[in-house]
């Protein structure tokens, strides 16, 4: 009989001991044209991240030019008094940069990462972007024909078409939030480079900005690098521009965008709530993740798990604008799909889920759950200078404080259970919720009607 030869293992790694870890807190300064410079020293991590935050919110655009912003901001990297789009474009690859722009209710952001060593070179081309961008007309009017070409795929998916009609529904007309971030056909068709240099010039300036630096800079004399590249862009002070306060209407009730042969129907649920200046934003984040931030939350569990109507369903919170006078907002929202002969079924069931929510409350296990996967995870979130310069800008941009996102986790891990009942409850109260569904109305009208959780109006998609 062959004897059997033996096999040695490696031994199984073993755990280590866990080391303690915080948020990066950024250290703060101006340059002398006025911008604000937050950097954060982050050793091993080549790759540098630099986000640039501009004063220029979509409320700011002229009337009937929605869109312009996001024009303006795809721009910045198509030429400058130095480079032409062609050139520019060349430059950043020859650096190993890449650079992307967008514009939202706060303001318009520029990402830059590049590696340490091509830092210089980097900051540079930003800087000439900030400073003097050519915005010709040719090029203004490649991405005004590129934006017209967008528009009709967006509308034909259902979750930007849902997204849509939320806002339309949920803020006045007179409200730039009520209308798309990036303009309708109607509004950027009339965009043209006269209309971009207009903007650039009433709202980019560097007293109004702020530039937020992150990445291993051992070595890196960051003050002159800073000096000679964004220290070069000049402008004029600016006034406090007055910020209107948000104002919703979330009556409930349930709006069906008409698409006649629908195999599924699209979920948009939502409302306004606080934003993250409020003190019941960490209790909101950790009894809205028990609700629906993942796999193993109360909305899968039923509708994903036990009765196989969608693929998943999630709940989110989303801020507009922020403001610590309290008159900012976030979006409160369930999102997800499921086929179209369940809509009805499913939505009876969330609304089931939400006041079994209201009248039992959160266990302690999906509490310490949420704590786990909300807390426990940081450090791996923030592995990348790109996610810790994101959050830096994101704070700067909802006019927090650099050490909030520390403090944030740290008031995650002390909420508890009735903390995040309350305050997912009052987040998405069963009789105060508007409710978006894209799909056959023909299927779908009367089932969902027969619920009663709202009255119920049927629009055609574009």
């Known amino acids: 009989m062959t004897e059997l030869a033996t096999m040695e293992f490696h031994p199984r790694p073993q755990a280590g001991e866990a080391k303690p870890w915080a948020f990066p807190a950024p ?16 050793p091993g991590q080549q790759v540098v991240a630099v986000e640039v935050v501009l004063d220029a919110p979509l409320e700011a655009e002229p009337e009937d030019l929605d869109g312009v912003a996001t024009i303006m901001a795809r721009a910045f990297s198509e030429g400058t008094d130095k480079h032409s789009a062609e050139e520019f474009a060349a430059e950043l ?37 900030l400073r003097a ?15 017209l070409d967008e528009i009709p795929h967006e509308l034909a998916n259902p979750s930007r078409r849902a997204a849509k009609e939320l806002a339309k529904e949920l803020f006045p007309a007179s409200a730039r939030m009520s209308r ?32 937020v630096v992150v990445g291993d800079l051992t070595g890196v004399d960051l003050d002159a690098l800073l000096a000679d590249t964004l220290g070069a862009w000049t402008g004029s002070q600016a006034q406090p521009r007055p910020v209107p306060p948000v104002v919703a209407d979330d009556t409930g009730r349930v709006v069906i965008v008409d698409r006649p042969g629908a195999v599924q129907t699209q979920l948009l649920i939502g409302r306004t709530g606080p934003d993250r200046h409020d003190r019941v934003w960490p209790a909101q984040v950790l009894g809205t993740y028990c ?8 909305l899968d569990r039923v509708l994903r798990e036990e009765k196989g109507y969608t693929y998943g369903v999630r709940a989110f919170g989303q801020v507009l604008r922020s403001a ?18 369940n809509t009805g079924p499913a939505l009876d069931d969330l609304w089931t889920v939400l006041r079994t929510l209201a009248a039992e409350g959160l266990t302690d296990e999906e509490r310490d759950v949420a704590v786990q996967n909300l807390v426990g995870v940081a450090p791996l979130k923030y592995e990348t200078a790109a996610a810790v310069a994101s959050t830096l800008a994101d704070q700067v941009e909802q006019h927090l404080p650099d050490h909030y996102q520390a403090d944030l986790y740290r008031q995650l891990a002390a909420t508890d259970t009735v903390e995040a009942t309350a305050a997912v409850v009052n987040a998405f109260p069963v009789d105060r919720l508007v409710t978006v569904l894209v799909g056959d109305a023909a299927q779908i009208k009367a089932p969902v009607e027969a619920l009663g959780i709202g009255e119920v109006t049927v629009v055609t998609a574009e």
Do not use: W
């Open 133 to 147: 961008p050519a915005f010709a007309d040719s090029e203004i009017e490649r991405l005004v024909r590129n934006r």
């Open 291 to 298: 609700l629906g931030g993942t796999l193993t939350s109360r």
């Open 27 to 42: 250290e703060r300064g101006t340059l002398d044209n006025g911008l604000t410079v937050l950097r954060c020293h982050r």
């Open 180 to 211: 798309p971030r990036q303009g309708t056909e109607e509004t950027v068709a009339r965009i043209d480079s006269a209309a971009v240099r207009g903007f650039y010039e009433k709202h980019v300036r560097p007293a109004t900005a702020t530039a």
């Open 324 to 341: 610590p006078d309290g008159t900012g907002a976030s979006m409160l929202a369930v999102s997800g799909s499921v086929d179209t002969p």
């Open 93 to 129: 690859e020859r650096c190993g940069a890449t650079l992307d722009a967008h514009a939202d209710h706060p303001g318009v952001r520029l990402s830059l990462e590049v590696p340490a060593s091509r830092l210089a070179k980097g900051l540079g081309l930003v800087a000439d972007a």
